[in-house]
């Protein structure tokens, strides 16, 4: 049992430890979701308020369940109807929002390390729920658990990330906790969205997307996201269906016990043909239920680390 | 510094959890209501030997479940987070007679925690308290119905509980506080 951390706001600079930690205390609050009363005291009379600057739906909603499941007080804060429209900055609306004595931020923000920087400023427990393009730590933890629920194990599968990964938060943060549980990781793409750097983190870079498949045990698609793309990153949505698009001829040339994994929102017809995405091969509902559960363990842990104490006996 | 004092060994377990079954049997004479629950760390261990010792007496199955009460701690925004355990209940408590098993009862507020924990998996009849230590110092008005020995102790002397299952040995240990 290692975790004294008092925010979760990436992956880079967790241990391997502390992400088995997660996982291991997730497995315990994916119960609780099965039992008829899904709800258990764990953070009553807390407050958090999860301050939303970029738009969510999913990450918000389970956010906002696990909340309500353990019990706490919740506020939602979203960009389209706050003061941010009126010129605050992000630190004074932090600085209001922890006079109102709350204890945690969950904060989803378009500029990397908005975060780090609310973890610097103000005293509450900060959760890093998407920052820009740099890492959606929970968004990991819950891919990582799904794959250990089906794998048994980390460490020595062959993970592929397939699709948008130069703007992908979530491939980052993937990297990182698959990287430090001992799997190996192929990123693949059209090469504007797929940079050599990539291999700086210590996975490997390919184009070609059947090589990417072959030996993969779980493939993991990202969306397309038009809205962060400045500029046409590939010819046409066409093209990269037929480059890149994950449809029966090219699953079929993959090990068949490997597993589909997408993050959401799905582009049907585009990342993944439909009934790829529908069939018992794929694990993106598995996805959203453990997304829950892993919600819960981080705000339960984060809630008590203040450094490590004596545990109290009896 | 702390001086370590063996206060019951592997044959005074045995006979404590013996006599803990017998007193459960006595109390409760449908043993078709009693289901046992124990709290991790120990007391899942000492519910299912007492199980075992119990299925023999009434010459049925008694049911055991685990009882993890760390989600139901009134102290969890003034210490690190706890380890959890899984919570395993596959019966239904509503209408039984749950008898809760830990090995050291202090405080209390653990097992205030579950009874709270408790009442997320329905409404039993009766709960009663099995433990097999119990050190004094409580704070809640909470009181064990079966205990296996009563050790007076200092607030910060220490009661080592160690199981087969967890450590190799039955034993409990008092390391004395200086």
Same mark, same amino acid.
């Given at each position: 049992m290692t975790w004294a951390r008092k925010h979760l706001l990436d992956i880079e600079s967790l241990t391997p430890d502390e992400i088995v930690t997660v996982l291991d205390t997730a497995r315990a609050f994916k119960a609780v979701g099965e039992r008829a009363i899904k709800k258990v005291p764990a953070l009553r009379g807390r407050t958090v308020i999860n301050l939303f600057v970029e738009p969510s739906t999913r990450t918000r909603i389970s956010f906002e369940l696990a909340e309500q499941r353990l019990s706490a007080d919740v506020i939602n804060f979203s960009a389209e109807a706050s003061s941010f429209k009126k010129g605050e900055t992000l630190k004074d609306t932090a600085r =209001?929002?922890? %006079?109102?004595? %709350? /204890? +945690?931020?969950?904060?989803?923000?378009?500029?990397?390390? %908005?975060?780090? +920087?609310?973890?610097?400023?103000?005293?509450?427990?900060?959760? =890093? &729920?998407?920052? #820009?393009?740099?890492?959606?730590?929970?968004? &990991?933890?819950? /891919?990582? +658990?799904?794959?250990?629920?089906?794998? #048994?194990?980390? &460490? #020595?599968?062959?993970?592929?990330?397939l699709g948008d990964v130069l703007y992908s938060r979530v491939a980052r943060s993937n990297i990182w906790a698959l990287m430090k549980l001992g799997a190996a990781v192929t990123v693949c793409g059209p090469a504007t969205l797929v940079p050599k750097t990539f291999e700086q983190m210590g996975c490997r870079v390919t184009y070609d997307v059947d090589e990417a498949i072959r030996n993969a045990d779980i493939i993991n698609l990202l969306r397309i996201q038009h809205e962060r793309q400045r500029k046409t990153m590939f010819p046409s949505i066409n093209e990269y269906i037929q480059l890149f698009g994950l449809n029966k001829a090219r699953l079929a040339k993959a090990k068949p016990d490997a597993l589909i994994m997408h993050p959401g929102p799905i582009n049907r017809g585009v990342e993944i043909d439909s009934d790829i995405a529908d069939s018992g091969r794929s694990l993106v509902l598995e996805q959203v239920t453990n997304g829950l559960a892993v919600r819960m363990a981080v705000l339960f842990l984060v809630n008590g680390g203040k450094g490590p104490q004596e545990v109290a006996e009896n | 510094m702390s001086s370590p004092n063996v206060i019951l060994d592997a044959a005074a377990i045995q006979r404590v959890l013996t006599r803990i079954a017998h007193e459960i049997a006595e109390r409760n004479e449908n043993g078709a209501e009693v289901v046992l629950a124990g709290i991790p760390v120990g007391g899942d261990h000492l519910a299912r030997r007492l199980g075992k010792i119990l299925s023999e007496i009434w010459s049925q199955p008694v049911p055991v479940g685990i009882l993890d009460v760390s989600m139901h701690r009134d102290d969890l925004d003034q210490r690190a987070a706890p380890k959890i355990h899984p919570t395993v209940i596959p019966f239904d408590v509503t209408g039984k007679t749950v008898v809760l098993v830990d090995d050291v009862l202090f405080s209390g507020r653990t097992t205030r925690a579950a009874m709270d924990a408790l009442n997320d998996f329905g409404r039993p009849k009766n709960i009663q308290l099995a433990v097999v230590i119990d050190r004094g110092h409580r704070e809640l008005p909470i009181k064990a119905d079966f205990v296996g020995k009563n050790v007076p102790t200092a607030g910060n002397d220490k009661i080592r509980v160690r199981l087969v299952e967890n450590d190799g040995v039955d034993e409990v240990v008092l390391e004395r506080a200086e």
């Amino acid at each position: 049992m290692t975790w004294a951390r008092k925010h979760l706001l990436d992956i880079e600079s967790l241990t391997p430890d502390e992400i088995v930690t997660v996982l291991d205390t997730a497995r315990a609050f994916k119960a609780v979701g099965e039992r008829a009363i899904k709800k258990v005291p764990a953070l009553r009379g807390r407050t958090v308020i999860n301050l939303f600057v970029e738009p969510s739906t999913r990450t918000r909603i389970s956010f906002e369940l696990a909340e309500q499941r353990l019990s706490a007080d919740v506020i939602n804060f979203s960009a389209e109807a706050s003061s941010f429209k009126k010129g605050e900055t992000l630190k004074d609306t932090a600085r =209001n929002l922890e %006079a109102l004595n %709350a /204890d +945690f931020i969950v904060i989803r923000h378009s500029a990397s390390g %908005a975060p780090h +920087f609310l973890a610097r400023v103000l005293d509450v427990h900060v959760i =890093n &729920a998407g920052d #820009g393009a740099h890492e959606h730590p929970t968004q &990991a933890l819950l /891919d990582v +658990f799904t794959i250990r629920e089906h794998k #048994g194990r980390i &460490a #020595g599968l062959n993970i592929t990330i397939l699709g948008d990964v130069l703007y992908s938060r979530v491939a980052r943060s993937n990297i990182w906790a698959l990287m430090k549980l001992g799997a190996a990781v192929t990123v693949c793409g059209p090469a504007t969205l797929v940079p050599k750097t990539f291999e700086q983190m210590g996975c490997r870079v390919t184009y070609d997307v059947d090589e990417a498949i072959r030996n993969a045990d779980i493939i993991n698609l990202l969306r397309i996201q038009h809205e962060r793309q400045r500029k046409t990153m590939f010819p046409s949505i066409n093209e990269y269906i037929q480059l890149f698009g994950l449809n029966k001829a090219r699953l079929a040339k993959a090990k068949p016990d490997a597993l589909i994994m997408h993050p959401g929102p799905i582009n049907r017809g585009v990342e993944i043909d439909s009934d790829i995405a529908d069939s018992g091969r794929s694990l993106v509902l598995e996805q959203v239920t453990n997304g829950l559960a892993v919600r819960m363990a981080v705000l339960f842990l984060v809630n008590g680390g203040k450094g490590p104490q004596e545990v109290a006996e009896n | 510094m702390s001086s370590p004092n063996v206060i019951l060994d592997a044959a005074a377990i045995q006979r404590v959890l013996t006599r803990i079954a017998h007193e459960i049997a006595e109390r409760n004479e449908n043993g078709a209501e009693v289901v046992l629950a124990g709290i991790p760390v120990g007391g899942d261990h000492l519910a299912r030997r007492l199980g075992k010792i119990l299925s023999e007496i009434w010459s049925q199955p008694v049911p055991v479940g685990i009882l993890d009460v760390s989600m139901h701690r009134d102290d969890l925004d003034q210490r690190a987070a706890p380890k959890i355990h899984p919570t395993v209940i596959p019966f239904d408590v509503t209408g039984k007679t749950v008898v809760l098993v830990d090995d050291v009862l202090f405080s209390g507020r653990t097992t205030r925690a579950a009874m709270d924990a408790l009442n997320d998996f329905g409404r039993p009849k009766n709960i009663q308290l099995a433990v097999v230590i119990d050190r004094g110092h409580r704070e809640l008005p909470i009181k064990a119905d079966f205990v296996g020995k009563n050790v007076p102790t200092a607030g910060n002397d220490k009661i080592r509980v160690r199981l087969v299952e967890n450590d190799g040995v039955d034993e409990v240990v008092l390391e004395r506080a200086e």
